[in-house]
């Protein structure tokens, strides 16, 4: 991606800026997944282009989720990001979709003790642990 211009975000090493004074593209990497938008349609064909002559691509069209995050566009090219599908999942997965929400799921100062009740399925428990966001 250097090669082809474009500079490393200081912020997140997973993303990559190309910019020129006409146009902007922001590449996004994450391991073998790739969101590419900027402002410019023909520059960022000319990147596709360039990067399906390296690598073999596969385009899925407009952007609706990502790592946990739904995508939804507006008007004026904005967009919503949501994690509501991602938290619903988690928590049908769980079978807690029915749960009433509270703002704190554990009572204040009350301490944990090794002889407690434990998980039917303590890796469910790490999994489901693991996943909040």
Known sequence: LLKLG???SK???SLFIFSTSAATVFMLVYVDDII???N???LLQKFVTQLNAIFS???LGTLDYFLGIEVKSLSQGKLLLSQDK???DLLTKVKMEDSKSISTPM???QQLAKEGTLFDDPTLYRS???ALP
Request: aromatic letters at 8%; a neutral charge; hydrophobic letters at 30%.
């Open 6 to 8: 474009f500079s490393k």
């Open 11 to 13: 912020c997140d090493p």
């Open 36 to 38: 590419l938008t900027g």
């Open 40 to 42: 410019s349609p023909s």
């Open 57 to 59: 691509l596969k385009d």
């Open 86 to 88: 991602y938290i619903t």
């Open 107 to 109: 009572i204040g100062g």
């Open 128 to 130: 489901v642990v693991g």
